[in-house]
Structure formats: structure tokens, C-alpha cells
């Protein structure tokens, strides 16, 4: 990942990160449109027609988990993620800077753990004795997006913090 000529001191996204962060709206979005219409066509279904199905509501769940996961990560690349910056107040002024390193530091641990044994759950399921009941669907499919949400909350972090800004140049000096 290397970074596009800087303008000014600020550092560019490489190609690379650009190309993965379309991906990542892309496919949050076209999951969220594919819920919605799910979940409208679900409920008209059961409340004009009196009908419901258990394989959509699995489906629906399903991809509900992954358009909340899919939004952590892009939440992350925009630094949007909630954090408790009274909490930085309560330092003195030169350790403030330090706290919230010390701060993203346990955020990234926690982000690789998750990430880790989100790899280890899915490899574990990845030979398909674990189905939904309705659908018959692997639970592979449900698990995978821990360690892909988690793993680009973690990149999204380090690059956060080592000065790479979605969306708009940073200068250096700022990060």
C-alpha cells in the first residue's frame, strides 16, 4: 500500500484502499437494499396475505447481521465510531494525545482479537455440519463477517491513526 503523491504534507489513499473502500459501500449498500425489499415483501406478506415464511425471516437476519457489520467497518474508515472523548478531558493537556493512542491501542487489540477467533469460528464451520434450520444455509455464511469486519476495523484504525483519511487529505501534522 503505497500512498499517492502528497499535496501539502497530507498522505492520499493508495488505489489499493481506494478500490476496497467502493467495495465496502458497494456491497453495504446492495445488502441493505436486498433487506429491505426482503423485509417489505415479509411483512406484506404476513399482514395482507396472512403468510409468512421462516427461510426469509433466516435470510433477513442474516443479512441484517452483515449490513450492521459491513456499517461498523465503513463507520471505522470515517472515524465515526462512538468514543468517550470526555473521558480525554479529564487529563491533563500533554497526556490527552497519549490516552488516546492508549485508547486506540486496546481498540485495535480488541478489533484483532475479535477478528482472530472470528477466523477460527468460521474455519470451524466451514465444513457445513452447523446449517440454519429453515434454509439449510452453512452457518460459515453468518460467521464470515466477523473476521472481515473486524479485520478492516483494525486496518481502518492503524491507518486512521498513522495519518490515512477516507475521503479527504489530512496534513501529517494533524494525524
Known amino acids: 500500500m503505497t500512498a499517492a503523491p502528497a499535496v501539502g504534507g497530507a498522505r492520499r489513499p493508495s488505489l489499493l484502499l481506494r478500490h476496497l473502500d467502493r467495495a465496502e459501500e ?3 449498500v446492495a445488502l441493505l437494499v436486498v433487506l429491505g425489499v426482503m423485509l417489505t415483501a415479509q411483512v406484506s ?4 396475505l396472512g403468510l ?3 427461510w426469509m425471516e433466516e435470510i433477513i437476519r442474516m443479512l441484517f447481521i452483515w449490513v450492521i457489520f459491513i456499517g461498523a467497518a465503513a463507520a471505522m474508515r470515517r472515524n465515526l465510531h462512538i468514543r468517550v472523548e470526555a473521558g480525554l478531558l479529564l487529563f491533563p493537556r500533554p497526556l490527552r494525545s497519549l490516552a488516546g ?3 486506540d491501542l486496546l481498540l485495535f487489540a480488541f478489533c484483532l482479537a475479535v477478528a482472530w477467533y472470528g477466523l477460527e469460528l468460521v474455519i470451524s464451520s466451514a465444513d457445513g455440519s452447523f446449517r440454519l434450520q429453515s434454509t439449510g444455509v452453512s452457518m460459515f455464511w453468518p460467521y ?5 469486519s ?5 486496518l481502518r484504525l492503524a491507518l486512521w491513526r498513522f495519518g490515512w483519511r477516507a475521503d479527504q487529505p489530512v496534513h501529517i501534522e494533524q494525524a
Open 150 to 154: 473486524f479485520g478492516l476495523q483494525a
Open 52 to 54: 409468512g415464511y421462516s
Open 45 to 48: 406478506m404476513r399482514f395482507v
Open 101 to 103: 493512542w492508549f485508547g
Open 144 to 148: 464470515l463477517i466477523l473476521p472481515i
Open 26 to 28: 458497494y456491497l453495504g
